[in-house]
């Protein structure tokens, strides 16, 4: 195996094609309906064409959700509004077809894959079609230890790379990107402080069911103990997600990357996936282009990473649920722009 080395994406990354997204503007200034009139949908539709490198552009004809599971010991400090350990329960509902994100992909008619990072269960006690890339049984206490060993950090990276891969692979033209996780959005938002140079009590949210003031606080200590362990190694972006991060977030990190290498666009979802987004725009700075910021979460930290990435979110209805829920609300508005971008005739 290939030394890993992330310096090469900054080389392997190409924007999108910039005169399809010219040749898409032209078009759309002969079409009948006058400017402005479909709002944030023509620049989504030119923003397609520059991905596909087509003109007119294609339909979204093959999208897929993609959940990246995996739980954080710094959820045994009572940070989340969910159980310790609870990342099987969120894993076994959405196979089951019972989470809010089944019932939406299911509405949508698209299919959902889920990947085992670092569930907090044997192995053998997920249901069938779950994706076994686990590197550990949850992910390291990140206050107080590594969230994962130097090694581990890279065989989650490297998996979150062969899922893209895969993805591209089968003719996925859209990815909707979320994750399954109890204390993932402590670590998003330990990862986006040390990011943007920010304190704890800046970055850290409620999550998604609201937690009371206590819980905030533990939250927000174990944030900036965190910190502590994080500034250190901000220039090394892999040993920054061993450090802080966590199998999970690792795996997307790598995964975003290698899908904006095999150009395929990506929505985004909550804090985690944006925490993993300023990682990897670390990166590589053209990474950023491939990606759209489905929802905002409501989430402090989200919305610090998405300035710094200079991502505009597409919803804000008030969603909090997290799982991809955000990204997949979003699809609709993202296939609305390709087809209408596709199908409205030009005048003579």
Do not use: Y
């Not at 944030?40 to 599971?69: H, I, K, M, T, Y």
């Not at 959820?75 to 089951?96: H, Q, Y």
């Amino acid at each position: 195996m290939s030394a890993l080395n992330l310096d090469d994406f900054a080389h392997l990354i190409e924007r999108p094609d910039g005169g399809a997204r010219r040749d898409a503007e032209e078009r759309r200034a002969r079409l009948a309906l006058p400017p402005g009139a479909l709002g944030r949908l023509d620049e989504l539709g030119a923003w397609l064409a520059a991905a596909q490198q087509q003109v007119p552009v294609r339909p979204v004809a093959q999208p897929r959700v993609l959940l990246f599971a995996g739980d954080h010991g710094v959820a045994g400090l009572g940070v989340s509004s969910r159980l310790a350990g609870g990342t099987e329960d969120l894993v076994r509902a959405t196979l089951d077809g019972a989470s809010a994100t089944a019932v939406l992909a299911r509405g949508a008619g698209v299919q959902v894959r889920v990947i085992d990072m670092a569930v907090d269960c044997e192995a053998d006690e997920l249901p069938g079609g779950v994706t076994r890339h686990r590197v550990r049984r949850g992910s390291g206490r990140i206050d107080i230890e590594d969230a994962l060993t130097a090694e581990e950090a890279e065989a989650a990276f490297r998996a979150g790379m062969a899922v893209a891969d895969e993805e591209a692979d089968a003719g996925t033209d859209m990815v909707v990107l979320g994750d399954l996780s109890v204390g993932g959005t402590t670590t998003a938002s330990t990862l986006i402080a040390a990011l943007c140079g920010t304190d704890a009590s800046v970055v850290t949210g409620r999550g998604g069911a609201g937690l009371d003031d206590l819980a905030w606080m533990r939250k927000c200590a174990a944030i900036r103990d965190a910190l502590r362990r994080a500034r250190p190694v901000l220039g090394d972006p892999l040993t920054l997600l061993a450090a802080v991060g966590g199998a999970d977030l690792t795996a997307i990190t790598g995964f975003l990357l290698q899908s904006a290498v095999r150009r395929t666009p990506v929505i985004l979802d909550g804090v985690v996936s944006a925490a993993c987004a300023l990682v990897a725009q670390r990166v590589a700075f053209r990474a950023p282009d491939w990606w759209l910021a489905g929802q905002t979460s409501g989430e402090p930290a989200q919305a610090k990473a998405l300035d710094r990435i200079a991502l505009n979110p597409l919803l804000d209805h008030g969603v909090t649920a997290g799982e991809g829920t955000g990204a997949l609300l979003a699809l609709p508005l993202v296939r609305a722009a390709a087809d209408l971008a596709a199908e409205l005739p030009v005048r003579d």
